[in-house]
Structures are given as structure tokens and as C-alpha cells.
């Protein structure tokens, strides 16, 4: 082969070359955007299965309660009236505060407020007259399961209602 005949075969290869660079930019583009995609959902995935269910904006009820001994009490027990079925209710605003009813009758009787924060599993509840006390989440995974509140000698189990607070 002559030295012409070299040049030009070795130019036209490398111009072949650059045809395939080109070719393959917009691929390599869309698999870049592709995995950056894949990448982002499994980030998102993996943030909403590790960060716990919150309180803020939620409702419950009150459903059971157990004495110092541990021992389960009807709840017309701890309030101290004939309504066998009565219910307290808890609800936490989404703007930090809160409201707990524990009286029959009128709603503005036994009806206590303030202002909570969550530490883990703990509620910190301050209540308007100066009082604190703290609540315990019991949680099924991440999923909250119930709120048990301290009355006096008695353990209170809230768990959600149906339809939650905003």
C-alpha cells in the first residue's frame, strides 16, 4: 500500500470514529438521565420507609385503660360518671398545640390545652396552666398504634380516629 493510500484509509477511519462518538452522545445522555431518575425514586423510598409517622394533625379516642396494679378499668371508672360508653379525645394540632377532653357533658368542661413536642416516642405535653406531663407513642413499625396518657393513677389508651384533624 502506498503512503497515500495509508493516509487515507487512516482518515477515513478516524472520521468513522467521530460519526460513532456522535452517535452515542444522545444514548449516553438518556441512560444518565435515566439512572439520576431511578436514583432519585429509590431515595425517596428509602426516606418515606425510615422517617416515623407523626402526630401533628392527628385524632384519637380514648379506648381502654388499665390502674396502678396494671389491672384493665372501665374508663366510666376513671371519670367517675354512669356513661358506659364514654369517650375522651386527644388531638394534636398541626401548629404545635394540642387538646385533651377527659370530662362528659360539656365540651369546655375537662377540657385541657397547650403546647407539645415530640422527642422519639415521647410526647411533651405543657399544658396552659403551667403543668407538663409526657405522653408515650406505642408504635406498630412506624405506624403509630396508640397514645397512652398518665390520669392520675391511671393509664389512658387513645388510639386514632377515623377522621383526623387539620
Same mark, same amino acid.
Do not use: C
Given at each position: 500500500? +502506498?503512503?497515500? #493510500?495509508?493516509? %487515507? &484509509?487512516?482518515?477515513?477511519?478516524?472520521?468513522?470514529?467521530?460519526?460513532?462518538?456522535?452517535?452515542?452522545?444522545?444514548?449516553?445522555?438518556?441512560?444518565?438521565?435515566?439512572?439520576?431518575?431511578?436514583?432519585?425514586?429509590?431515595?425517596?423510598?428509602?426516606?418515606? #420507609?425510615?422517617?416515623?409517622?407523626?402526630?401533628?394533625? &392527628?385524632? @384519637?379516642?380514648?379506648? +381502654?385503660?388499665? #390502674?396502678?396494679? =396494671?389491672?384493665?378499668?372501665?374508663?366510666?371508672?376513671?371519670?367517675?360518671?354512669?356513661? +358506659?360508653?364514654?369517650?375522651?379525645?386527644?388531638?394534636?394540632?398541626?401548629?404545635?398545640?394540642?387538646?385533651? @377532653?377527659? &370530662?362528659?357533658?360539656?365540651?369546655? =368542661?375537662?377540657?385541657?390545652?397547650?403546647?407539645?413536642?415530640?422527642?422519639? =416516642?415521647?410526647?411533651?405535653?405543657?399544658?396552659?396552666?403551667? +403543668?407538663?406531663?409526657?405522653?408515650?407513642?406505642?408504635?406498630?413499625?412506624?405506624?403509630? %398504634?396508640?397514645?397512652?396518657? #398518665?390520669?392520675?393513677?391511671?393509664?389512658?389508651?387513645?388510639?386514632?380516629? %377515623?377522621?383526623?384533624? %387539620?
Amino acid at each position: 500500500m +502506498s503512503g497515500k #493510500n495509508k493516509k %487515507k &484509509t487512516a482518515k477515513a477511519v478516524k472520521n468513522n470514529n467521530k460519526k460513532t462518538h456522535t452517535n452515542f452522545k444522545p444514548i449516553i445522555t438518556v441512560v444518565i438521565i435515566a439512572v439520576v431518575a431511578v436514583a432519585a425514586v429509590v431515595t425517596a423510598v428509602i426516606i418515606s #420507609n425510615t422517617i416515623p409517622e407523626q402526630v401533628a394533625g &392527628t385524632s @384519637w379516642i380514648s379506648v +381502654s385503660a388499665s #390502674n396502678s396494679a =396494671d389491672e384493665a378499668v372501665e374508663l366510666n371508672e376513671i371519670y367517675n360518671v354512669y356513661y +358506659s360508653n364514654y369517650k375522651g379525645t386527644l388531638e394534636f394540632k398541626d401548629d404545635g398545640k394540642f387538646e385533651l @377532653w377527659l &370530662t362528659p357533658g360539656d365540651p369546655g =368542661d375537662g377540657k385541657h390545652s397547650g403546647t407539645y413536642t415530640v422527642e422519639g =416516642d415521647v410526647i411533651k405535653a405543657d399544658f396552659e396552666g403551667g +403543668s407538663s406531663t409526657e405522653f408515650k407513642i406505642e408504635r406498630d413499625g412506624k405506624k403509630i %398504634k396508640s397514645i397512652l396518657v #398518665n390520669y392520675g393513677e391511671y393509664k389512658v389508651v387513645f388510639e386514632r380516629q %377515623k377522621a383526623d384533624v %387539620k
